[in-house]
Structure formats: C-alpha cells, structure tokens
C-alpha cells in the first residue's frame, strides 16, 4: 500500500488551476489505466493510474474530485485493489449492478455546469464519448486537458519512454508479406470508400509491418503510429530504434515504408484530411485526440480491418501457434513433475521460486523469447487473487496443504502461449474437488460445443458457467480472450464472457482462443484451468441453414490434475473428453521426453485414464 495524500494535494493544486479553452480549473481529474495507444499493459513511463493510486492491476480507471478519489476496476482485481488502495480512496467494483458507471456518479456528485478534465490522448473516442453523454444529461461538461496532471505532479520522477530496439519477423514466422497484407487492406478501404486508414494500436501495426519490440514489458510491441493509404505507409516512430536491416525487410516484403517522428502524428492525421477526398478510417478504440483530428462527416468509425486480418491465423502462424505449444509443453511438464517431486521430499519451494524454476525451463525451449505475462503463481489464498502475481511481501510456500495455481504464458518467435493449471499435492477437501470438477466440466463443456459460424463469444459464455451456476456458484472473470501470435496474451476484438464486445466479428475458423473458466473462494484458495483453442470447421448431421458449423480444438499439451476429480459429477461423455485429451497429450509430448525418465514418468501418471 503506498501513501496518496500528498499526491492527490497536489494534483488537486493543479485542477484548480487547469485551463482549457471551455473552462478554467476543472471540478474531476480522470485518469484510465491506457497509454497514448490505449494498451492493456503499459511501460513504466505511463503507469499514470498506478502512480496516482497505489493500485497495479492492469485494468482500471482513477477518478479524482475535490474531496474524493475513487477507482473503478472490474472482478478480476477486487481483492488486489483493497489491499493496495489507502485511507484516501474508495473501490467501486465495476460490473456489479449496485455501482454506477463513471459518468452518472459524476454527474449525481458534481455541481450543474462542473467540468470534467481527461487527456485525450489516453481516452478512448469509445469511453470518453460514453462518459461525456452520461455528465451533458447532468448538465456538466467533459473537457481535454492539453497537459497531463499526473505527469505534473510526478515530475522528474517518472521514467523515460523506452525506445527500445526493434527486431524484424521473418517470413519463415510471419507467413504473409507486408504487401500482401498491404492489399487486402486497401480492399477493405475501397469497399469503404476509404482514403486512409489511421491505426494506432500497437499490435495491429507490429503485425502488419512483420516488426516486433520490447517497449512494454511481455509484449512485443514498439511505441508507433501508421497512417496507411492507397500509395503509401507512413510509420510514425523514432528513427533510433529501427532494425539495422530495415531496408532489406522491406525489399523482402515488396513495400516502401516511410518513416516520420513518432510526435508528428497529429501533424500526419491534419495533412491527410487536408488533402483527401475520400473518408478516413478510424477506430473508436484510438484516443479521443485523434479522433478529434478528423471532421465528424470524414469520418468511417470502425474497427480497423487490420483488427479482423490479424485475429484469423495465416497458416504459418497456425503451425507456428501449434509447435510453440507443443515445446511449452514440454517445460509446463518438467516443471510441474520437478516441483510435486520437491513438496513431497520437503524442499523449500514457494510462489517466487517456483515461477522462476518454470521460466529455466522454458527459457531452454527453441524460438524462446521471454514470458508472455508475470508469471500467477499462487498458493493457498493468494490463488483466489484472480490476477496476482508474486511478489517479496505476499510470497507463500508452495507445500502439500494448500491449492496451487498457476498461470503462465510465454512469447517464442513462432506463437504465444498462455495456461493454467491447478493442483493439490496433498489431500484437498471435499469442497475444493467439487469446484475442480465443475470447473473442468464447463471446460470441457466449452471446448466441445460445435456453434454456427460467426457465433458472438458472448453467447457461449453461459456453457462454461452452468455446472457452476447449477448449485450457485460462479467467477468473476470472462472464459475467454484471444491470443496474438507472439504478440500481446490478450488479443481481440473476440472473446467469450458475460461483457458485451462491441466489435466481436463472431468466432471464425482459425481464431485462437482461451478457454479458461475458473472459482475463487476469497481468502481461501483458487482454481483455474485454461487451454489455448484453436477454432475449426465441425461436421455436424445439419450445417445450420449452410451458415457453417464450428467447434474448437484444443492445442495446449499439459494434462490435468485427475486426484482433484469427483468422477461421479462428470458425465461418461465428460470422461471420454478428458480421457482421450490426456490420451492425446502422452502421445504428443512421450517422444520429446524420451531422454527425460524422471518427467516421462511423471506424464505417463497424470495421463493415466480415469
């Protein structure tokens, strides 16, 4: 927990004294978890909300008054918040039906004619839009705030931008060329009516250029802006940090990239619509600033094509997705035989160990390039902190009385991988092997349900929840989100969960996919089990009307804990699921640990059918 009193007097000293041009000083001061890019995660340099807060979940939005500070975060971060928020704040726990959004809190505790200030380079179009209509029906007024308070109140403090190198993908992992891309772009803007195309989310521009970075930790992405047209690629990023063969990457890829400052953007986006006489493609997801760059009537709002391109796997990246996943296999197993050895001998192990043995096995691991998240391992009552990942002060033993979970992922040049497993390596209560096994059953359920095409994740939600849901128990967390291919561990516009996804395509063939349903018993323990799915074409008896049928495969290779199992919850068609699963990993993982007795032994045991 870190003391906010004097931050919050200070920042409070500058929203008296803010200017824009519709107000002098502001009566709120809101500050999201996003970057200039709205990023999931974010670099030192822009943990804005963290600084201000104390809070460092990934998710969150802080919102400062006069004599109040509140954070809003949703269910996956309710435990952390409370414990790192002080005296000064207030938790509004998102998604609950008793707390009001953003907007009408402000606009029920603000006076009539208040101003609301925000970066607009942090905020959505989406969010800020939706927060400026909920304070106009309160008769107050949303404002951007050209300078940024909390970068004031931080000062010299706050770290650097990173401007790290970045690496080219070769065509070996990429699968397409750049011009090829290039042209199904420019097909989608001419079915638009489209002049240019302004992307500003990182991963859709490290996809598109086969470019990947370090600027945010475990993702491998790079600080940069593209404007694309019919003629030209326009990349805006600092010149320092371009590959060595940069000119060889574009031969290889047949395109022509030219290359502006990363801070000229705004005078990029000006000069486009000056000089177009189409419309200009633009997400609702990119900043409020850049939205305001383009004329409401020149605008076409819309997820951007690259979005959709980059979420349905090339075939190279499906082989890619699929031996990535069967080498992390490999080390998920020497990992987890090496430490149910280590409990049952009494070594010391604990939580921050135990990610660190992990990642020396993986780290030996072909096309290896670093983990693809902070690594939840969680014992006991931290695992039921969905999101929480060790640290010196709340590290726990890993030892044979208490659940353990653990959910990893990693980045290697040909896939991204993500998993969860749990286990018991003593004798779990009754209570916990009845949420196992319902936990599993909606896996199981999810990741054998055939659905039409372009069915919305959100529909098959429900599927993972009903074993759960039938003696009244449930998550608060979403089943599933995409994967990018090493790129970001959450990718969208797709998912599957309870939130509505305003840009959800539907499931298409050969999207990637978490299937990860879960239960968390508050200061007690946690579960989670979670695959990677890819989605393919199903032969049922009837096509739905020729619309096409679905269903997923599951490429993750670790077995599943079976001694946590109350086979007599699980249906004979359940059985045969796991049991051919686990039949299928022992086939796929035996030969690669045919040097390693000790781990082969260990997933002979665990694959063992029940």
Known sequence: MKATTQKLSN??????????????????????????????????HDERRAFISGFTGSAGTAVITNDKALLWTDGRYYQQAEK???????LMKDGLATTPSIGYWLGKHLPKGSA??????????????????????????????????IDDVWGDEQPPRTLNKIITLKLDFAGETIAKKWERVRQ???MQNTSALI???????????????????????????????????????????????IKEHQGENNVKITIRPYESIGDGVREIVSNSNGKIWISSTSSLYLNSLVPKPSRHQEITPIALLKAIKNDTEIEGFVNSHI???????????????????????????????????????????GLSFTTISSSGPNGSVIHYHPAKETNRPINDKEVYLCDSGAQYLDGTTDVTRTFHFGNPTDFQKETYTRVLKGQLTLGSTIFPTKTKGQVLDVLARKSLWDVGLDYGHGTGHGVGHFLNVHEGPMGVGFRLMPDDPGLQENMFISNEPGFYKDGEFGIRI???????????KHNFANRGALTFKTITMCPKQTKMIIKELLTEQEIKLLNDYHQLVWETLSPLLSEDAFTLNWLQNETKPI
């Not at 920042?11 to 996003?34: F, K, N, T």
């Not at 790192?84 to 207030?90: A, I």
């Not at 991963?203 to 030209?232: C, K, Q």
Request: aromatic residues 10%; hydrophobic residues 40%.
């Open 327 to 369: 080498r992390d296999g490999v080390a998920l197993c020497q990992y987890f035989a090496w430490l149910e050895d280590a409990v049952k001998k009494g070594e010391q192990v604990d939580e921050m160990s135990g990610a660190d043995k992990l990642e020396s096995f993986r780290k030996t691991k072909d096309n290896y390039m």
């Open 530 to 540: 979670e695959d990677i799915v890819q989605i393919v074409s199903a032969q049922p």
């Open 84 to 90: 790192e928020l002080d005296e000064n704040w207030t």
């Open 188 to 190: 989608q803007m001419t």
């Open 116 to 149: 609301v200030g925000v970066d607009p380079r942090l905020f959505s179009f989406r969010l800020g839009k939706t927060i400026e209509k909920e304070l106009n029906a309160a008769e107050c007024n949303l404002i951007g705030i050209e300078r940024n308070l």
């Open 199 to 245: 992307v500003s989310a990182l991963d859709e521009i490290a996809w598109f250029l086969n470019l990947r970075g370090s600027d945010i930790d475990y993702n491998p992405v790079f600080f940069a802006f593209m404007i694309v047209t019919h003629n030209d690629i326009v990349l805006f990023a600092d010149s320092s940090k371009l590959p060595d063969n």
């Open 11 to 44: 920042l409070r000293e500058l929203m008296q004294r803010a200017c824009a041009p519709e107000a002098s000083g502001i009566s709120a001061y809101v500050v999201p978890s996003g970057d200039a890019h709205q990023s999931e995660y974010q670099c030192a």
